[in-house]
């Protein structure tokens, strides 16, 4: 990822949990797309012209880009679903200079382990799926943004979870969370069997294949991360929102939005 030449560079990783859900919803006008790239993935599609807009605007909010004085601070987007698919060239967002933006590499860190390496989120290995202090894995990660600004690792104090604000991490020094939140009231056998039935029940679903109307039971195995948290059961996803990102269907989105529009009279 893109260092700038810091010694320690400042990063964010850009999440959402499922009230992201209903903004998408809100926006969704597959009569309004222009490209392919819109139509095969539309959420996808979206954070990438939000993100960098929104980092730009932050930017310009906190005096660090401003045009009309010849200021920028040069920053990169790079987006999770680029592990797995060859990333666009990188252009500008709009009202950017030409020199604040850097196009990402075409190879970037999986975003699940930089969340992990930060303290983020717990990596289960077993699972596949990063599990989070307050959301569980009831949440998604979009892009890692980089700026060319230094790191100071006590700025993560403000960061931190309170009881005021249920964000953020647990993690003071951005080393990786040790022990598995899914599991922290769990004693030691308790955890090797939880390990033991998830491990049993991935490589059966492996063994039997992708299928995308299979997609309750990728959700169960989801869901198993979290019976011993109830406090987790709020941020669940609902039925729709993980129907549609394990099925990836075009027109199934676009009958949600329909429906969310004409319940909340959008436009």
């Not at 252009?91 to 950017?96: D, V």
């Not at 975003?111 to 983020?120: E, K």
């Not at 009881?163 to 020094?173: E, I, L």
Request: charged residues 20%; proline residues 7%.
């Amino acid at each position: 990822m893109p260092t700038f030449n810091q010694t320690s560079t400042l990063s964010v990783i850009v999440g959402s949990h499922k009230t992201f859900w209903e903004t998408f919803l809100a926006q969704h006008h597959p009569s309004r797309f222009d490209t392919e790239a819109e139509h095969k993935d539309p959420m996808d599609h979206y954070c990438e012209r939000l993100i960098p807009r929104v980092t730009l605007q932050a930017l310009k909010a906190a005096g660090l880009y401003d045009e009309t004085q010849n200021l920028t601070t040069t920053f990169s987007v790079a987006f999770s679903h680029w592990r797995i698919t060859v990333p666009p060239a990188g252009t500008p967002p709009e009202g950017s200079a030409p020199t604040g933006f850097v196009a990402p590499p075409a190879q970037t860190l999986p975003i699940q382990h930089v969340a992990h390496a930060a303290g983020f989120a717990y990596f289960n290995p077993i699972a596949f799926l990063n599990v989070h202090p307050v959301y569980g894995p009831w949440f998604g990660m979009r892009a890692i943004v980089m700026v060319d600004l230094p790191y100071d690792i006590s700025d993560n104090e403000v960061l931190l979870i309170t009881d005021q604000s249920q964000t953020g991490t647990y993690s003071r020094d951005s080393k990786p969370i040790e022990c598995n939140p899914a599991f922290q009231h769990l004693n030691k056998e308790q955890i090797e069997q939880q390990n033991a039935a998830l491990e049993v029940t991935k490589n059966a679903l492996l063994t039997k294949g992708w299928d995308a109307r299979d997609w309750h039971e990728w959700v169960a195995f989801r869901h198993s991360l979290t019976r011993d948290r109830p406090d987790w059961q709020k941020w669940r996803y609902s039925d729709h929102q993980m129907q549609y990102h394990y099925q990836k269907q075009p027109e199934f989105l676009e009958e949600c939005a329909i429906r969310f529009q004409n319940q909340h009279q959008f436009n």
